[in-house]
């Protein structure tokens, strides 16, 4: 609401209004214009009367105050230029080794796939049928000398540390020269998907094995100079019949290492705790009646 003067009629406070709209107000830094001495120097406004004079003191010197009127102000001063104080960094010290060893092995892994994709174009289509149920399976539709047969193992291909646990249907890659890292085919599940290795059968007979892993030559990979890729596919290890069912002989895995008490005292010390536990919640309960009893 604007107030007039009651002697003169003018606005009252218009100056400070004016100011205050263009962005001047307690605080506010500004800097003389240039072509006035001392221009560039740097002031704070401290306040700003009603007839719009300016009172205002040094960037580095708050008590000295300095007073301009209205006119003078507006010509004198513009507000302070933002400056942002710049920002160093030092040079980055990346472990530039580390960084390559892990785009190595994606490296390895990228072109180890398209080995992979090249030499499964290239096979002859075996003659076999996959079945999902009853229960998962490959078997011949047809009879096959010894070795005659040959599925492609076909799959994600991932790169592991030596010491690193795989998952079951993971079927190993030669050939790498990584003496670290172990490379595998992932079986990979999906309905629209069907890979032969994610339904072949396993037994721990190895009489009873009708197939076997063997390793061929894929193309080399640029990544790792001076060896080439052997991929596995699964062969029959003797004479086949047509409708006869593939099983791969499966080794034995050796038990996981496990921190804390053996299987049989673990289960003997929860069955204690268990029967401890049921003595003091019954023993809760029998002090909670006898309060409420008495």
Known sequence: MIQYDENTGDAAGLEKRLLVSEGF?????????EGHANEGSIFVIKSIDEDGLVKLHNDKDTNTIIKSAFKQFRAKYKLASKTS?????????????????????SQIEAEATLAMCEFYKAQTKPKIKVQSKPHKGIFALEKH???????????????????????DRCFEVKGHGLSDHRVYVKSIFDEEYVAPSNYIQFTKDESEATAKIVWKPAKSVAALKGTKLQLPV???????????ELKLHSMEKKARKTK????????????RDCYFLCILRFSSYVARSLRAFF
Do not use: W
Request: some cysteine; proline content about 5%; hydrophobic content about 45%.
């Open 25 to 33: 107000s307690p605080g506010v830094k500004v800097e003389i214009i």
């Open 85 to 105: 104080t710049a920002t160093i960094l030092d040079y980055p010290d990346l472990d530039i080794e580390h960084s390559m060893q892990t785009f190595k092995l």
């Open 145 to 167: 000398a010894k070795s005659q047969l040959v599925i492609p193992v076909f799959g994600k291909i991932v790169v592991v540390a030596k010491d690193e646990e795989v998952a």
């Open 234 to 244: 699964i062969q029959n290890c003797g004479a086949i019949e047509s409708g006869e």
């Open 260 to 271: 804390g008490l053996p299987l049989d005292i673990s289960i003997k010390k929860a069955r």
